[in-house]
């Protein structure tokens, strides 16, 4: 643990650019700007594909397999189609708020792949605060959200985008609480960092912060089992009822590389990254990035709805004390015992979780019922 | 100077129409909702899109030619509608059907009381946000049942299969091997489904507790079937009033005490293994015979009236023909499960939110072409 | 929401889940692979045969929708009816089946075809020679085991095992 080296005065130095990298420090930015555009669009292709065919698969039945050799052209066809339909803007809607939406809910999600890394140092920025920066980043795609309800110019898109805002503020606190966890036990806010001490994947050294942050993340990109902001059998349609074409191609593709997004810094900071064996680093980080991603396709075919009092119940009254308590004994491990091996604090915090999780799965309740009217 | 000002938030509520086209599954069925927010206040049903006149047809057809028009009506689970007409006939006109007839009738009705509820869990679960999961697995499994109708009578869906005096045509000889096959089948398939949902805690949050209905509103409504049953109003039309050869069979009759939506869904899932039970008896015991009656198509009963009910899948399917010695009825009326069903639909949904209306929508299991006829 | 039992439901359900995607899917792709539908089968057109017909119109007085129509014409020499028009059509017609129950000369049957769109309305409405059985207007067994027992057995969901995979 680098926690020793860590005096507060003294900051690792930020390597901008790595000493061997040809042509300096602009071709640097224009190589790793071109490889995260055309891995998340690319990987969002490989995600859709991915989601139809497993969803398909466990629901007995084929996902779709015609358009092309087993079905590969299909997200290609889907962006075709809708980039070819017409682009329709309401007559009582904002017009600049409802242009901008789009591009502000995507661009975040682009800039969060600046952390993240590929390799061992390949990264576009190696920022020495590179966690904090995930998390600020990842909260500006809320506010496109929100200027899509507005600009709309419709009372359900809002309030589909109000629900949306008040989900993803809740959820920011116990997200923020299990990485802080992982931060403690590696020393660094930097992705790099973090990924190098991992010897053991956090996941076995923090359970209960595993736990947390899948299911903050699920709630923070919309997915199911908390995707009642684009509930097919709700009423409200959700903040993008109004846009087609491009538009919604951007909103699309936005849903699904938020959870790209997630499922890499999931990789990134539980399951060790880019590590492994044999085959190339990058290689394993995207096979990780998959699983990770399988697992929320898995979850989603699985499991119905929550309503969204019982969304906001669960952040507040069920993740968000169970965050605090997972911070508090992390740290109180870390700063007590710094030298004993880190397979002792596995089986500690394997008990600790199991216990927190029986005794506060009897505590949890839900007061809302039915309301007199 | 003391000012007392009193803060209390002023809201309006809101009618919002639940319009016919519905996004879940269950027909053309328009409500108004008044809501203050998220909270339902009122609910006005408006139904009727999908009149045709059905009971007026009925004056123009002969007995033998209303059958087809009778598989119209509750379009999943016609063999019921059939049976019901043509008990009412039998009654009226004094036939006494074959051992033979009325022990195919039997296996034909409980087919497709789990048939029918297959559809019905599918859905309510469908609506309950599961991405289509659970309705993939049951419709797989009304695949089966419906294939051995296809085999018997021809069609999957307006069966047409009983006649005044019997059935129309004898079982193929390849059908009983099948139907044990399927009852095999089936007793694993609901072992398997109640795992994959029945102690889901998002399930047990969305749907216990929820949509209550009291057993003396139930009975005030007169409402029957697994909704009343799930009520706990031990009402059983095979047990109490018998008709047809149910007094033969040993059977359960399942009930639950709260009567939310999630009894409602443990009624019928009940309700589907006493049917293989009825199903597993009524195959052993088949004997030979002719399976109609000598009656011929164009009937005269004698002038009269005759009230028939059966427990139809969704509840007392009631038909009262009155004859005046012609090839027509004089006036058919159908006594519709779903509408009377649909009545308790505004008490149950009073003070709940907007998604929980559609969950206790689904679970009270209606069919359009019932309510409108 | 109250976790009752401490998140073992869920466990079990994407359990079940996860079982079912490593069995084979029940999906037949047509139309590469077809399965055999009914014997007795309610297809969409009628079948008629001329021979056996004597214009009796049992089937147009039983059909409910009123969708036959017999035009005949009285021959007095050989003492039986002749068969001017008899048009079916098909728009009108539920496939119930009554009139080939009702036939007692076993002279009409169902068809056992499924493809037979057409393209114009007025195509719908068939006449005389354009119902006689041929090669792609076969007869269905409905109400004739006879011809039931020529046709191919029905392929039945049931009898397809799924919690195996399938090795193709």
């Known amino acids: 643990m680098a926690l020793a080296d860590l005096a507060l005065n003294q900051p690792l130095p930020m390597q901008v650019t790595p000493a061997d990298w040809p042509g300096g420090y602009w071709w640097h930015w224009l190589f790793f700007t071109v490889v995260i555009i055309a891995f998340v669009l690319i990987m969002v292709m490989g995600a859709i594909y991915l989601e139809r065919r497993a969803m398909g698969r466990m629901q007995s039945r084929l996902g779709p397999n015609r358009t092309g050799p087993f079905g590969l052209l299909q997200p290609v066809a889907d962006a075709v189609k809708v980039l070819l339909k017409e682009n329709i803007v309401p007559a009582t809607a904002d017009k600049v708020v409802h242009w901008l939406a789009p591009v502000v809910s995507f661009a975040p999600v682009l800039m969060i792949f600046a952390v993240v890394p590929f390799q061992n140092g390949a990264l576009l920025a190696d920022l020495n605060i590179g966690i904090l920066y995930v998390v600020a980043i990842s909260s500006i795609a809320t506010v496109g959200v929100f200027m899509a309800g507005w600009g709309s110019g419709n009372k359900y898109s809002l309030l589909g985008a109000m629900r949306n805002v008040a989900a993803v503020v809740s959820y920011e606190i116990p997200l923020v609480l299990a990485i802080v966890g992982v931060v403690i036990v590696s020393g660094s806010l930097s992705m790099n960092q973090i990924v190098a001490e991992q010897d053991i994947p956090y996941i076995l050294v923090q359970p209960l912060g595993f736990l947390i942050f899948f299911i903050a993340a699920c709630a923070e990109i919309n997915r199911s089992p908390f995707d009642l902001m684009e509930a097919d059998s709700e009423l409200t349609a959700g903040f993008h009822t109004e846009y087609s074409g491009m538009k919604f191609a951007m909103f699309y593709l936005v849903e699904y590389a938020e959870a790209i997004a997630m499922s890499a810094i999931i990789t990134t900071l539980f399951l060790s990254g880019w590590r492994g064996p044999w085959l190339p680093p990058w290689l394993w980080f995207i096979i990780k990035t998959f699983v990770v991603f399988f697992v929320m396709v898995w979850t989603r075919t699985t499991l119905p709805r929550v309503r969204i009092d019982q969304l906001m119940g669960l952040a507040w009254k069920f993740l968000f004390p169970l965050a605090l308590i997972n911070l508090f004994v992390t740290a109180i491990q870390v700063v007590v015992w710094p030298d004993i091996s880190q397979w002792i604090f596995v089986i500690v915090n394997f008990a600790i979780a199991a216990v927190l999780i029986l005794l506060w799965s009897k505590f949890f309740k839900l007061g809302q019922g039915r309301i007199e009217v | ?373 | 929401m109250k976790f009752e039992r401490y998140g073992i439901g869920i466990i079990k359900g994407m359990v079940v889940t996860i079982k079912h995607l490593l069995r084979h899917p029940t999906v037949t792709q047509f139309p590469e692979q077809r399965l055999n539908i009914s014997r007795r089968s309610r297809g969409n057109e009628l079948i008629w045969s001329r021979e056996k017909c004597t214009g009796c119109a049992t089937c147009a007085k039983t059909c409910p929708q009123g969708a036959i129509e017999i035009v005949t014409s009285t021959n007095m020499a050989e003492n039986k009816y002749d068969v001017e028009t008899y048009r079916v059509d098909t728009g009108y017609c539920i496939q119930c089946g009554l009139c080939v129950e009702a036939c007692p000369y076993d002279a009409i049957f169902m068809g056992y075809s499924y493809e037979r769109a057409k393209y114009r309305r007025a195509e719908l409405v068939q006449t005389n020679d354009d119902l006689l059985e041929s090669p792609e207007r076969p007869a269905s067994g409905y109400f004739h085991p006879e011809i039931a027992e020529k046709l191919p057995r029905q392929t039945l969901l049931v009898e397809k095992i799924v919690e195996k995979r399938k090795k193709k």
Not at chain 2, 16 to 39: A, K, Q
Not at chain 2, 73 to 88: F, R
Not at chain 2, 274 to 291: N, T
Not at chain 2, 353 to 372: H, N, P, Q, R, Y
């Open chain 2, 1 to 373: 100077m003391t000012t007392t000002r009193e803060f209390t938030l002023k809201t309006e509520p809101f009618v919002l129409n639940i319009g016919p086209v519905h996004p879940s599954t269950h027909g053309v069925y328009r409500m108004r909702c008044t809501l203050d927010g998220e909270v339902v206040i009122d609910i006005e049903p408006i139904f009727g899109y999908l009149h045709r006149g059905i009971e007026k047809l009925a004056e123009e057809r002969t007995y033998t030619g209303f059958i087809p028009l009778t598989d119209r009506l509750d379009y999943i689970s016609p063999m019921s509608n059939n049976l019901g007409y043509c008990l009412a006939v039998e009654k009226l006109a004094g036939i006494k059907v074959p051992e033979r007839a009325e022990y195919i009738r039997v296996i034909m009705a409980e087919l497709q009381r789990l048939a029918n509820h297959c559809v019905a869990i599918g859905s309510m679960l469908n609506d309950a946000g599961a991405y289509f999961t659970p309705f993939m697995y049951t419709f797989r499994e009304r695949e089966r049942i419906v294939d051995l109708f296809d085999m018997v009578c021809g069609q999957r869906l307006t069966y047409n299969y009983m006649r005044i005096g019997g059935v129309s045509q004898d079982i193929p000889a390849e059908f009983l091997p099948a139907l044990q096959k399927l009852v095999d089948r089936l007793t694993r398939f609901i072992e398997e489904y109640e795992n994959l949902l029945k102690l889901n805690e998002i399930l047990l949050a969305r749907a216990k507790g929820v949509g209550i209905l009291e057993k003396d509103t139930a009975i005030n409504c007169g409402i029957s079937g697994p909704v009343a049953r799930a009520s706990g109003i031990k009402w059983d039309l095979r047990r109490n009033d018998p008709y047809s050869i149910y007094d033969r069979f040993e059977f359960d009759i399942p009930t639950c005490e709260n009567g939310d939506c999630y009894d409602r869904y443990r009624v019928r899932i009940e309700e589907m293994r006493q049917s293989l039970r009825i199903i597993e008896q009524a195959m052993k015991q088949v004997p030979d015979g002719p399976v109609k009656a000598d009656v011929p198509h164009l009937i005269r009963p004698p002038a009269g009236e005759a009230y028939a009910h059966i427990e139809a899948p969704k509840g007392e399917l009631g038909y009262y023909i009155v004859s005046d010695n012609s090839i027509a009825p004089y006036r058919c009326h159908i006594r519709p499960t779903s509408l009377i069903n649909l009545a308790a639909l505004r008490q149950m949904v009073k003070g709940w939110k907007v998604a929980d209306l559609i969950i206790i929508f689904g679970s009270i299991d209606i069919t359009m072409g019932e309510v409108d006829r």
